[in-house]
């Protein structure tokens, strides 16, 4: 287990001596604040692409083997933490981040097995979520853990990636990682919490994930298992996922191999099993973003494919008798829904049981979010129109049917069906996460116990739906969270993503009540990359038409300042990962526009991106330098590749963690040297926690020790005093 150190303190004397040697000046000491900024040395090396020479004076910097590395990374944070301790208004802001975070509990992965359900339960202070069993879904029902992180790991460095139960509810299948690895071993337990039986290693990873199905009898599930040491080359064992079945009480070395070799190197696989039949689904995706395939195994056992990559099918789930239902994008950009028998599987005899319409079937390939769903009367199926959500329900023939009743800008998270009834995951930009259930007796939809209970308030806050237009005449919603009454030039935050298919909906957040009591302005953006107008709308915005994203969100900032809302000494940008690229494509190309931007855990250089331990994950969204056309899209972009010496860039706080699975901390390290170099006047911090990854599984005092430094960051930098008195 990784011990937690202070963010900002070196190491060792050791490594505070390596520094010295490094930059050519003496390091400060653990308790010193830093008195300048860390020289870099630069150490060219020279690449030629498709005839194109790209010289990189910041290579080195890739190695976290390097000792010099990981002094500079050192010295790094301890002079960013001498500006961001010193920043005004900062223990308030951290006192009112931690009455936030902590104000509510909350439940996700809800799933109903054995008369039961079983859920993740968010519980401040507690540092980590806990796996629940619950016996009903109303009021003063019994609930029992059957997983607490925090006791097994009193660090939180400890965290549940997933869980499945079995069909009885009587054992749970939990995969555990730490310190925001992503990486996870799946342990089972009984419903009192004990843990039985043996560990099964090397089933979660951090791109590719992991997931488990259990067997309809309990007696062992099929999971996707990564090579072991030995079985490929060291550099191949995060890829290369298979499908194996485990029977409880065996060691996991006797495990049967099931299905997957021959699979791309970069698959990624979801699984589920039909709770009576036996029958299994894997759905395999060939890179992050990337084309679906779709294989079925029978009742006796046998493998079959279903659907290929050109069959366009998105996601299986089993419907209520014998029959298996597709979300398919096939001529059907927008989605539709078929239906085939599983007595014979074949795609060509399919039928259409709802077409597409005008709005945009919701698939999450981890169920992480929403997905279509079947109960034993209905089809429930999530639609995104635009960013906001809605939930339409159908006979299982196709029929329209009642459905629930939604906000107008709100969204719809997981779907899950119980006999006749199906229980569903709302949120708004203003109302958090609960769980309603809607059923199909009375068409009535009801607030469930599973609800939050808050102290806080958005009462005097409105959102705004607007729209810009991108350079090629592109529709662009964004919506606008401001408290009512505000006009004018107003400090102002904007947001996206824009990539992988994801879709942008209303999330909430209560840390955003502080920016509203301070006048903050938030802005939301639904921009290219995305799948929110179906699937052209995320093809529109990856590969060779990236750029397309970044001049979505540019078309956002050009029209605040426009029409009077914002200026350029009051606009801020934070994104996080895919977002990431997008702040620092943002501020490479528009530096004029903004005062400050958070990028966290961001993705930089685009020529070196496959390069990285998990990089060929990422081929299918962003393109390879080993095409020629795509090497000119990313290196017309790249925003490391763009960064010029004499440019005045806005201040810029870069996070990232040092565990991170999915995007290699190299990228943060490389884009603050080259911009640290440039001579730009405004400060340009590298905050690198030692504990965490991607994001995935961070302790909630880390989450909120990030939070304080970002709100502090952006509200300096945008002229706005924290006011003590303003809080609601």
């Keep these: 287990m990784q011990q937690r150190r202070i963010i900002g303190r070196l190491a060792t004397a050791g490594v505070a001596a390596a520094m010295s040697m490094l930059c050519g000046c003496r390091a400060p000491a653990a308790d010193e604040p830093a008195s300048a900024m860390p020289a ?30 990981k002094a500079w ?48 339960k968010r519980q401040p202070p507690k540092q980590q979520p806990l796996l629940v069993a619950i016996d009903s879904t109303e009021p003063g029902a019994a609930e029992h853990a059957i997983v607490d992180p925090n006791m097994r790991d009193p660090t939180g460095g400890t965290s549940i990636d997933f869980f499945e139960a079995s069909p009885d509810g009587k054992r749970i299948a939990v995969s555990l990682s730490s310190g925001g690895s992503e990486s996870g071993d799946v342990h089972v337990f ?4 004990k843990e039985i039986f043996e560990t099964v290693p090397r089933v979660q990873g951090g ?43 065996t060691p996991a070395g006797t495990d049967r191999y099931e299905i997957g070799k021959g699979w791309p190197r970069v698959a990624e696989i979801r699984l589920a099993a039909h709770p009576s039949n036996g029958m299994v689904t894997a759905s395999v995706q060939r890179g992050d973003g990337g084309p679906i395939e779709q294989f079925l195994r029978s009742r006796s056992g046998m493998w079959r494919q279903i659907a290929t990559v050109d069959d366009q099918v998105a996601r299986p789930f089993f419907g209520p008798g014998n029959e298996l239902c597709l979300v398919s994008r096939k001529d059907a950009p927008r989605g539709a829904i078929l239906k085939m028998s599983l007595a014979d599987p074949r795609l060509a005899r399919a039928t259409t049981v709802v077409p597409q319409s005008g709005d945009t079937i919701a698939v999450d390939f981890w169920e992480a979010d929403a997905s279509p769903v079947a109960t034993s009367k209905r089809l429930f199926v999530p639609y995104q129109i635009g960013g906001p959500m809605t939930l339409k329900a159908f006979g299982l023939d196709g029929q329209p049917a009642s459905g629930p009743m939604l906000p107008p800008i709100s969204s719809i998270g997981e779907v899950v069906p119980a006999g006749d009834e199906v229980l569903f995951l709302s949120q708004s930009y203003l109302s958090p996460p609960a769980w309603f259930r809607f059923t199909t007796m009375d068409a009535a939809t009801v607030r469930t116990a599973l609800a939050p209970k808050t102290n806080v308030s958005f009462d005097d806050v409105e959102v705004v739906g607007e729209t810009a237009r991108s350079s090629d005449g592109t529709k662009v919603p964004y919506f606008v969270m401001r408290r009512r009454g505000v006009t004018g030039v107003q400090p102002t935050i904007v947001t996206g993503y824009g990539g992988y298919g994801v879709n942008t909906v209303p999330e909430y957040s209560a840390v955003r009540r502080m920016l509203f009591d301070q006048g903050v302005v938030f802005v939301d953006t639904v921009i290219r990359g995305g799948s ?24 956002v900032l050009q029209q605040l300042i426009a029409r009077g809302q ?16 997008l702040m620092g494509a943002t501020f490479t190309q528009h530096p004029e526009l903004l005062k ?23 081929v299918p969204e962003f393109g390879s330098v080993t095409d020629a056309e795509q090497f000119r899209a990313l290196f017309a972009y790249s925003p490391y590749h763009h960064v010029r010496d004499g440019t005045q860039y806005p201040a810029i706080l870069f996070m990232t963690g040092a565990n991170d699975p999915r995007v290699d901390p190299m990228q943060s390290r490389k884009m ?20 965490t990854g991607h994001g995935i599984g961070t302790p909630l005092d880390a989450r909120i020790a990030q939070d304080v430094d970002i709100y502090s960051f952006l509200m300096a930098k945008l002229g706005v005093t924290f006011k003590t008195n303003q809080a609601h």
């Design 207 to 249: 791109t590719a994930g992991g997931d488990v199905a259990w067997a309809p009898d309990g007696s062992g599930f099929f999971y996707t298992r990564y090579p072991h040491d030995g079985d490929v080359p060291a550099e191949d064992l995060h890829f290369f996922q298979q499908v194996y079945f485990h029977t409880l009480g």
């Design 73 to 120: 990374s050192d010295a790094q944070n301890v002079y960013a933490r001498s500006i961001l301790d010193a920043l005004p208004g900062r223990d308030a802001i951290a006192a009112r981040v931690r009455e936030l975070r902590v104000d509510s509990i909350a439940y996700s992965s809800l799933s109903r097995h054995g008369g039961r359900w079983f859920a993740l």
């Design 190 to 193: 009984d419903d009192t919490g």
């Design 596 to 618: 400050a931007v958070v990028s966290l855990v961001g993705i930089y250089d685009m020529l070196r991106v496959e390069r990285s331990p998990n990089g060929s994950f990422n």
């Design 40 to 69: 870099t040395p630069r150490m060219p090396i020279t690449d030629t692409y498709h005839g194109v020479t790209v010289t990189d004076d910041f290579r080195w910097l890739e190695d976290w083997n390097d000792p010099k590395v």
């Design 532 to 555: 929110e107008f179906g699937q052209q709308w995320h093809e529109q915005g990856k590969l060779t038409q990236k750029q397309h994203v970044f001049d979505d969100f540019a078309a």
């Design 566 to 581: 914002a200026s350029p000494a009051t606009l801020a940008i934070i994104g996080g990962s895919n977002g990431g690229l």
């Design 672 to 691: 603050t040297a080259r911009l640290q170099a440039t001579g730009t006047r405004q400060p340009v911090l590298l905050r690198t926690s030692g504990n």
